[in-house]
């Protein structure tokens, strides 16, 4: 990045508190663009099984850029950080982490080839139930069961992907990451899309292989173990978007010594016409099927893996800040002891 780019990008981060909607712009030509990203969230939660009602405030401030090759390729990146405005309950954790960091070749109708920190192909799957702003049933599906609490992000991740005529097709690789230990990991989503007015139905279905080692490693069961995840998927809209929103998965998700479980998660949704609210509603469910492998791991043999109710509301007051409340309640099960729940209240400044 040459003198005059980094300092429209100072400039631009600096005139983000006027709300142009060109402030975040900081280099745009008929091949190439440069843009300041991210958004300002601050919320106060309140749970059951935390006493401490903090009001926390997080920040994603990054770069995204794309320039073209020629007519058939372009190359891009993004990196975005994620920044915590108090100091984590966890010491260990860092106050800044990234959120995203990829970068890609985009082959115009022969898909894309992206490398970096985000979410693998199975994801795809299910990312239609992980819309809602804070939570989701069990935190969604896949990020309360199959991924630890990264929210689908990943380290070391290959992904290639492609749309042709609606047909969807996503194949991923994970190269070895020592903080999760995770040796390697492939996946891969199929899928299909067509218009129906101007909605769009889609059908997915997905599988995930990790290869870890170290599955006995102390105080955390769900790192180093060999973990394979199953899922199919439908949904019909866009969540957030004039109209209503349906999206329905089923999944199957076996940890090596650990858990053998299979479930459904169902959301639904519907935003007024205008696009200034926006209200969703969750269900999340899932069966431990082998209750002996729970009853050694995590002392429990109950048939209830997880079960969780999620309610969301949402008003855009602008087209960039939004207020909005969610609530949850977590059924007693494996992962709950007692039964829990939860409420979210906060603003947010999109840029």
């Known amino acids: 990045?040459?003198?005059?780019?980094?300092?429209?990008?100072?400039?631009?981060?600096?005139?983000?508190?006027?709300?142009?909607?060109?402030?975040?712009?900081?280099?745009?030509?008929?091949?190439?663009?440069l843009d300041v990203i991210g958004r300002m969230k601050i919320n106060l939660n309140n749970n059951d099984a935390n006493a401490d009602r903090r009001l926390e405030g997080i920040a994603r401030l990054g770069l995204d850029g794309k320039t073209k090759v020629n007519d058939y390729l372009s190359v891009y990146g993004q990196i975005l950080y994620e920044i915590q405005a108090q100091e984590p309950t966890n010491k260990?954790?860092?106050?800044?982490?990234?959120?995203?960091?990829?970068?890609g070749f985009d082959f115009n109708d022969f898909?894309?080839?992206?490398?970096?920190?985000f979410e693998d192909a199975?994801?795809?799957v299910v990312s239609v139930g992980d819309v809602f702003v804070d939570w989701g049933t069990m935190g969604n599906t896949y990020n309360g069961v199959s991924d630890n609490d990264t929210g689908g992000r990943k380290d070391g991740v290959a992904l290639y992907e492609v749309n042709y005529n609606g047909l969807i097709f996503t194949a991923s690789y994970q190269f070895r990451d020592t903080s999760k230990h995770v040796n390697y990991g492939t996946g891969a989503t199929l899928?299909?899309?067509?218009?129906?007015?101007d909605k769009a139905i889609g059908f997915m279905g997905g599988y995930n292989h990790i290869e870890g080692y170290d599955p006995h490693m102390e105080g955390n069961i769900l790192n180093g173990a060999n973990k394979n995840e199953t899922a199919i998927s439908i949904y019909y809209g866009e969540y957030g978007t004039p109209g209503f929103y349906a999206a329905a998965i089923y999944n199957w998700d076996k940890l090596q010594s650990t858990y053998k479980?299979?479930?459904?998660?169902?959301?639904?949704?519907?935003?007024?016409?205008g696009g200034d609210w926006t209200f969703g509603a969750a269900y999340g469910y899932l069966h431990n099927v082998d209750r002996g492998l729970t009853r050694n791991a995590l002392g429990s043999d109950d048939r209830v893996f997880q079960s969780a109710w999620t309610g969301e509301v949402i008003y855009n007051v602008t087209s960039n800040f939004?207020?909005?409340?969610?609530?949850?309640?977590?059924?007693?099960?494996?992962?709950?002891?007692?039964?829990?729940?939860?409420l979210s209240l906060g603003l947010i400044y999109n840029f």
């Open 111 to 117: 898909g894309k080839l992206q490398f970096g920190h």
């Open 322 to 342: 939004q207020i909005y409340g969610e609530a949850e309640r977590h059924n007693s099960s494996v992962v709950h002891q007692e039964a829990e729940n939860a």
């Open 1 to 33: 990045m040459n003198k005059k780019i980094l300092s429209a990008a100072i400039a631009a981060v600096l005139a983000l508190s006027s709300a142009s909607s060109n402030a975040a712009t900081v280099f745009s030509n008929d091949t190439a663009n």
């Open 122 to 124: 199975y994801y795809k």
């Open 92 to 103: 260990d954790d860092s106050r800044i982490d990234v959120y995203y960091g990829y970068v």
């Open 191 to 197: 899928g299909y899309e067509f218009e129906v007015g």
């Open 261 to 273: 479980v299979n479930g459904v998660e169902a959301v639904l949704g519907y935003t007024t016409p």
